[in-house]
């Protein structure tokens, strides 16, 4: 380890050292990939289609179709899918003229407004496209020959997604099918079987990436700024408004956290959006209390009394100052959240309260539940919310040690 490194850097090479460590950042970020181009690994959709009338990229401007993708963060994950080899190449070129959190703001701006500007819906959709499995190849790449009306004229070539099946597409005559069968309509393989509806196992295993992260991050996201503001605030300014968010906090900690998460859920409905939400809000308390013991250690030293003597305001003192000295248990902290949330999202749907619209590992997991002579439906999902979660604890452990200053 450098001597003449600073803290951060050491700690960064205490955390890289482990190989554990390193096998797990490696999977989550191709779990990462895995979600972010889910679309270009299972479709129906050709990526390039050549006819007569010349050459077209159907699965391109179905990336921002509403009817293809009506939840916001399926448009998320499309829009990144194009953004991120650019985004990549910018972050490198500006590597020595912007620090890392300039970088960071910059490129979460940048997806931000295209974010912002992909929920308008500006692209049609194109009923030719939709009926392009009708008329599925054997092979992701071949040339064939439609038929007469399918999208306008006689096709020549046309390239497919590895995967030739939408998660959210029922085929006839395919409910649970063992893996490896061939699906009637298209000629092609489930490989991973199908589910008591008749949809790709395999594809809605891709796309579930998309739904674990989101709940993950959003839940955890919307946990910790809830925790920041009420640990800060009690931390820092103390006497009667300490004792009055500790007293709500000790509230929220009397409550067994799933408890509350499965009565509201069974209440409000089992839509995606709800549960991220109410784990969220319910799954605050542990971060407050720990960010108010960090305000406390950090409120009584010196360059805090020397700021308040020089008369920075109070916000400045607690964003600019305290806030940054306290991200380190913060991020650890985030990385077992991610984990609880997807595993609570999980558990909510083997229960049967999960949002049956979306292509989610919990409700693969339910439907194994009701079929229990299908094992395929248990172990694919259970394996998959396995390996996320493993990652994740591995990453926060790493965390924990290398940020630890008695480690050596």
């Not at 963060?73 to 003229?97: E, G, I, K, T, Y």
């Not at 993950?216 to 009690?234: C, D, K, N, Q, Y």
Request: glycine content about 10%; overall charge positive.
């Amino acid at each position: 380890m450098r001597e003449s490194a600073s803290p951060g850097q050491q700690a960064f090479e205490r955390f890289w050292r482990r190989a554990a460590v390193r096998g797990a950042v490696i999977v989550l970020a191709a779990l990462l990939l895995v979600g972010i181009y889910a679309p270009f690994l299972a479709n129906e959709i050709a990526f390039l289609w050549v006819d007569r009338q010349g050459a077209h990229w159907p699965l391109f401007a179905d990336l921002f179709n509403r009817t293809s993708y009506p939840r916001p963060h399926d448009l998320l994950f499309n829009l990144l899918s194009l953004l991120v080899p650019p985004l990549a190449l910018v972050w490198w070129l500006l590597r020595r003229r912007l620090g890392i959190g300039r970088r960071l703001a910059l490129c979460l701006g940048v997806v931000l407004i295209a974010w912002l500007l992909a929920m308008v819906p500006l692209i049609p959709t194109k009923s030719g496209w939709s009926a392009v499995w009708a008329h599925r190849p054997l092979s992701p790449f071949t040339s064939i020959e439609a038929h007469a009306g399918t999208a306008g004229s006689d096709v020549i070539t046309a390239i497919f997604a590895p995967i030739p099946h939408r998660c959210d597409a029922t085929y006839p005559g395919a409910s649970l099918l063992p893996p490896g069968s061939i699906n009637k309509a298209t000629g092609t393989h489930f490989w991973l079987g199908t589910d008591d509806i008749g949809r790709d196992v395999l594809a809605s295993l891709l796309f579930g990436v998309r739904i674990s992260l989101s709940i993950g991050f959003v839940a955890t996201g919307l946990s910790l700024l809830i925790g920041i503001a009420v640990g800060g605030a009690s931390g820092y300014f103390g006497g009667w408004i300490d004792v009055l968010l500790q007293r709500l906090v000790e509230v929220m900690m009397c409550f067994p956290t799933f408890i509350i998460i499965l009565s509201v859920v069974a209440m409000i409905g089992p839509d995606i959006f709800v549960i991220m939400l109410v784990i969220g809000l319910t799954s605050w308390a542990g971060t407050a209390r720990l960010v108010r013991g960090e305000f406390l250690h950090q409120g009584v030293c010196d360059y805090v009394a020397a700021a308040e003597a020089i008369g920075v305001a109070r916000w400045r003192i607690i964003v600019r100052h305290i806030l940054p000295n306290t991200m380190a248990p913060i991020i650890i902290t985030a990385t077992f959240g991610i984990a609880g949330a997807v595993l609570s999202e999980s558990g909510l749907s083997f229960l049967g309260l999960g949002d049956p619209t979306t292509a989610s590992w919990g409700v693969l997991l339910e439907q194994g539940r009701e079929n229990i002579r299908y094992p395929w439906l248990i172990y694919a999902p259970g394996i998959a919310i396995f390996v996320l979660v493993t990652c994740l604890n591995l990453i926060g452990n790493g965390l924990r040690d290398a940020f630890d200053p008695k480690s050596t």
